[in-house]
């Protein structure tokens, strides 16, 4: 079964309005989690590394003011897309590292489309 | 700058019709080579991680095996169930204290009846 859940799995939102998806560590603590963004028939690209208890971590080219993350505990983060487009209209991923690191889990991935 | 790259970029097999998927990359210090497989609209799902060249692994119909600059995952005898996007991903000394990884593209493969 899942060891990583991602809520919702799809959601429309209106262009201008902010959408939350959370990101749920089954059965094992995640001090540190992994949001990706996915496009069509692309590669998974990092977006951020969440850390509970501290700032998230955010890659080059991505804007932290939009896309809120929170490490609220060590089970739970959150992406928030703040402000959407229709550009931001993507699939987004999170992934937790197992135990030692030796498997990293991801969710079943969010779709968002922005009208 | 870590680097993965996957060929091909699609597959077409008929069922039994085994092949293999190539996984090249570039890395400083591998501490670790994943691969995963994604089906359409879904996360990937976790099916191996390879450490050192020489090591392989199994699973069902699948066996990844690793040198030090490519990784391959052989499908023997696959069924239309097999069909997927498989993707391979590096995790570098660089990334020390964190488990980000560097991902290829992927090959996506159909599996006829």
């Known amino acids: 079964g899942a060891v990583v859940s991602q809520h919702p799995s799809w959601v429309i939102c209106k262009s201008g309005t902010s959408v939350k998806i959370e990101c749920r560590s089954l059965?094992?603590?995640?001090?540190?989690m992994f949001w990706y963004r996915q496009f069509p028939k692309q590669s998974l690209m990092l977006m951020a590394t969440?850390?509970?208890?501290?700032?998230?971590?955010?890659e080059q080219g991505v804007e932290k003011d939009k896309f809120l993350i929170n490490h609220a505990s060590l089970t739970l983060s959150t992406l928030t897309v703040t402000s959407a487009h229709p550009e931001d209209s993507s699939f987004y991923i999170c992934?937790?590292?197992?135990?030692?690191?030796?498997?990293?889990?991801f969710g079943e991935g969010s779709w968002l489309t922005v009208v | 700058e870590d680097q993965v790259t996957q060929s091909p970029e699609a597959l077409r097999l008929q069922e039994g019709e085994s092949s293999s998927l190539n996984c090249s990359y570039t890395?400083?210090?591998?501490?670790?080579l994943f691969w995963y497989r994604q089906d359409p609209g879904k996360g990937p799902e976790f099916l191996f991680t390879?450490?050192?060249a020489g090591e392989e692994k199994e699973k069902e119909r699948l066996k990844a095996t690793l040198t030090k600059k490519e990784s391959f995952l052989h499908i023997t005898a696959p069924k239309p169930e097999d069909s997927a996007t498989y993707l391979c991903?590096?995790?570098?000394?660089?990334?020390?204290?964190?488990?980000?990884?560097?991902f290829g593209k992927g090959t996506m493969l159909l599996v006829s009846p």
């Open positions: 390879l450490y050192s």
């Open positions: 991903a590096v995790r570098g000394a660089m990334n020390s204290g964190y488990s980000t990884l560097t």
């Open positions: 890395v400083s210090g591998l501490r670790g």
């Open positions: 059965d094992f603590q995640a001090t540190t």
């Open positions: 969440s850390n509970e208890g501290s700032k998230a971590t955010y």
């Open positions: 992934s937790a590292p197992g135990h030692l690191g030796n498997t990293i889990y």
